[in-house]
């Protein structure tokens, strides 16, 4: 399946405003919901929740996108939305508040920068990650 | 400090840094920059043609958007611009190539000459315009 980037971009920014009520309540439960929805994204584009209220309200509004870009990217930076968040949560629900917040603010670094800028962090991460799992295990 | 003004802070304090981040990351985005290197060794295991004018070398990845961009760039370049190769291939089946090629990021877009050797270099997306400029400069050399 294929998305209109401008979903993705809309997910983002209501990611974003749900992370910053995360930092400004401290409430692992709205960690937790933010997780849950990560991890939906993340298992099929298809019932991301945020990309369901595009299609329903928001799309219908718009002109036909330009051009469709792939999920595969998009599902890949919703699961390392959900690796953070999923810190993050267990760090509010267990009271190392610390880790809630740090966590949840590089989350909002990323979803902020995907809103605005549209540049997927996670996505960037990719390759990355890949080179030095790779390195590793030469030197290993 | 209160728990919530806390929040708030960090919250403010990260939506600056991605802001910063964004601006720096929009101004840098798909310039295509001088560049040097490149072990022709290296390059010919990634299909690049010794004595082809210009090859435009992609590295790409499955989880990357704008890779499609620069595909659709430097494949209508290399099919308009005569002695312009277009090739390109996934970081992630080359990573001893994308480490010896500073490829950190996909796109990259390597300009390669027909000695072999890299001589630009665009991270992100490059537009249509920077491309031609790049591949205007190696033929100007070459001639």
Do not use: K
């Not at chain 2, 920059?33 to 004595?51: D, F």
Request: proline content about 5%; charged content about 15%.
């Amino acid at each position: 399946m294929t998305l209109d980037p401008r979903g993705a971009r809309f997910s983002a920014a209501i990611t974003s405003v749900v992370l910053v009520l995360v930092l400004v309540t401290g409430s692992g439960w709205l960690a937790l919901a933010q997780t849950v929805v990560f991890a939906i994204g993340a298992a099929s584009a298809r019932y991301a929740p945020y990309g369901m209220l595009f299609r329903r309200f928001v799309a219908p509004r718009l002109e036909p996108p330009a051009e469709r870009e792939a999920a595969e990217p998009v599902r890949f930076s919703q699961g390392v939305g959900f690796a953070f968040l999923a810190v993050a949560t267990v760090g509010y629900l267990t009271g190392t508040t610390a880790v809630g917040v740090v966590a949840t603010a590089f989350a909002l670094v990323a979803a902020f920068l995907n809103a605005a800028f549209g540049f997927c962090v996670g996505c960037e991460l990719y390759l990355l990650g890949r080179r030095l799992a790779h390195t590793n295990r030469r030197t290993s | 400090m209160h728990p919530s003004l806390t929040g708030l802070v960090v919250a403010v304090v990260a939506i600056a840094v991605a802001t910063g981040c964004g601006l720096v990351w929009r101004a840098r985005e798909g310039r295509v920059r001088p560049a040097s290197g490149g072990c022709a060794e290296t390059l010919a295991g990634l299909g690049v043609e010794a004595g082809a004018p210009v090859t435009l070398l992609q590295f790409s990845s499955l989880y990357c958007a704008p890779c499609r961009v620069a595909r659709a760039v430097c494949a209508d370049v290399a099919a308009t611009v005569p002695g312009v190769r277009y090739v390109e291939v996934d970081a992630d089946r080359h990573l001893d190539a994308a480490r010896e090629l500073h490829v950190w990021r996909t796109p990259t877009v390597l300009v390669v000459d027909a000695r072999g050797r890299v001589v630009g270099r665009a991270v992100g997306a490059p537009s249509r315009e920077h491309v031609l400029a790049a591949v205007a400069e190696v033929g100007s050399v070459l001639s």
